[in-house]
């Protein structure tokens, strides 16, 4: 049984132990929802991290590759049409390896962003692949 099987996206960022990723992701896909997968393992810097993010969830050309600009852009995704636009993230711990301050300002715009989305009547759900950090 699906441990997630009614489980509906929920506006924050929620880190995601990798043995319940399959069972979420399988849960999202029967209830329709697309999940923009994020793969952060060789990202050591900001310009790494700010490249894979505009890729995967498709940034207008427009994407000025800073921190105000990831903010800009996750506080409003009308292209991707969705009511609940859902980010599965992995690799987060090479960041944090090599810039700890990247790793926290990433995190707190993913948050800041999911407020912003809330407040606006979309959901923005953000899982953090593996351990915390």
């Not at 427009?62 to 921190?67: A, Q």
């Not at 009308?78 to 810039?99: E, P, Q, Y």
Request: glycine content about 10%; some cysteine; proline content about 5%.
């Amino acid at each position: 049984m699906n441990p997630f099987a009614d489980h509906a996206p929920q506006a924050g960022v929620h880190h995601l132990p990798a043995a319940h990723a399959e069972a979420l992701l399988s849960a999202l896909a029967a209830g329709g929802r697309d999940v923009h997968r994020v793969d952060l393992h060789d990202c050591a810097d900001k310009a790494a991290v700010l490249g894979r993010l505009a890729a995967a969830l498709h940034f207008p050309g427009h994407f000025g590759h800073n921190w105000d600009a990831l903010a800009d852009c996750l506080g409003d995704l009308d292209w991707l049409h969705d009511d609940a636009i859902v980010v599965l993230v992995s690799g987060l711990g090479t960041l944090h390896a090599h810039s700890p301050a990247d790793h926290a300002t990433l995190l707190d715009i993913f948050a800041e962003a999911a407020a912003r989305q809330a407040v606006a009547g979309t959901c923005l759900a953000v899982y953090l692949l593996g351990a915390p950090g």
